[in-house]
């Protein structure tokens, strides 16, 4: 889902420059976020076997999608990746499947498979954010936008609903309350359970301030054990609310204190403050124009990604080891964000980092 959040700046510059209709083709997990991105027509679910996925997919399911494609009759793909990732089985799909113009960063000579080639000079070069990297991808059909913001909308229903969902578990919805997300899918980002009980009790008892753990399903037995290790004032709500109540409860967070996921693009889109607990895995995938103040972490080694451009980037960024952030700092960190206020508005601004 922070992959597509990321890219909505870039979607909307073709939406504006081009007045076309844009469908997007994402996996399951991207797709869950899409109906609430402004500029997205209409979405094509697909778990192909180049991604990450939940399902296994078969070559049937391939052809079944270039077939789909092909009844679409699209004019142009344009195929956003990041520094890490080879565009080409994409381009191939796009190139079975008919479609005219192909546009996408490449660092081998793509030859027919595109048609609109930009060279890849991330991350020997420089590294961009990834929302700056889609940006510049588009710019190479004349689009722009003058609102390079994330962006993410929801209904006064999603909002109402996720209000009585989380009054019944006994949140004051009428108070302040700051949201707390330690769920991850990759163990390596992970913020260890005993440390993220000491910063919640601490912030508790240095704040008073109401705190909600959320997550998704997978994350209940988590938020459990952390609302139970304190006496009072704190509320599990994993697996409670939809994508779309969750973004809600987002919006009307005091603070988000977050792993770096899907959940921090998520608060920037909605210009909800946030601490970030940022394990040194994507330089490029930072909190984008956030009220932010950033910690980061090292990764084991043994947890590190084998793609050896990724290698690459850790060599040259993150060959100094950083250390978990203590509980104390973090607490401080959120005690000064409350005592030093800004005023909410859609976005936010520069993000901090501390190591």
Known sequence: MGDVIMTSPAIRALKESLDCR??????????????????????????LPWISAQSSPTPDNCYQLIRQLQDHHFDLAVIFTAYSQNPLPAAFLCWMSGVPRRLAYCRENP????????????PYSFIHHQTERDLF???????????????????????????V??????????????????GVIEK????????????????????????????????????????????????????LLTIEEFIATIA??????????????????????????????????????ARAT???????RSARSRNEVIR??????????????????IAAAVRRQLENPAKKTSHGQVADSLK
């Open 312 to 329: 690459h980037v850790n060599d040259r960024l993150y060959n100094t080891w950083s250390p978990y952030p203590t509980p104390q700092s």
């Open 188 to 239: 390596k980002r992970e913020y260890p359970i005993a440390l993220w009980i000491e910063t919640i009790r601490l912030i508790r008892e240095q704040t008073h301030a109401q705190l909600l753990i959320t997550g998704s399903n997978m994350d209940i037995p988590q938020a459990e054990q952390l609302a139970s290790a304190i006496p009072e004032g704190i509320y599990a709500a994993a697996g």
């Open 22 to 47: 844009i469908t997007l083709l994402t996996s399951a997990m991207g797709g869950l976020v899409t109906s609430f991105i402004p500029g997205i027509d209409s979405t094509i679910i697909a778990d």
């Open 137 to 163: 991808l588009v710019s190479h059909l004349g689009a722009t936008t003058t609102d390079d913001n994330l962006h993410l909308s929801f209904s006064a229903d999603a909002r109402h609903w996720a209000m």
């Open 294 to 300: 950033i910690f980061e972490f090292s990764v084991d």
């Open 252 to 289: 009307a967070s005091r603070m988000v204190v977050s792993v770096n996921t899907a959940t921090i693009h998520i608060a920037a889109a909605v210009g909800t403050p946030q601490i970030v607990l940022y394990a040194q895995t994507n330089p490029q995938h930072m909190p984008w124009k």
């Open 165 to 182: 969902k989380l009054h019944a578990i006994g949140l004051d919805t009428d108070q302040p309350w700051i949201t707390l997300h330690p």
């Open 111 to 122: 030859h027919h498979l595109l048609t609109d080639w930009v060279p890849d000079k991330e």
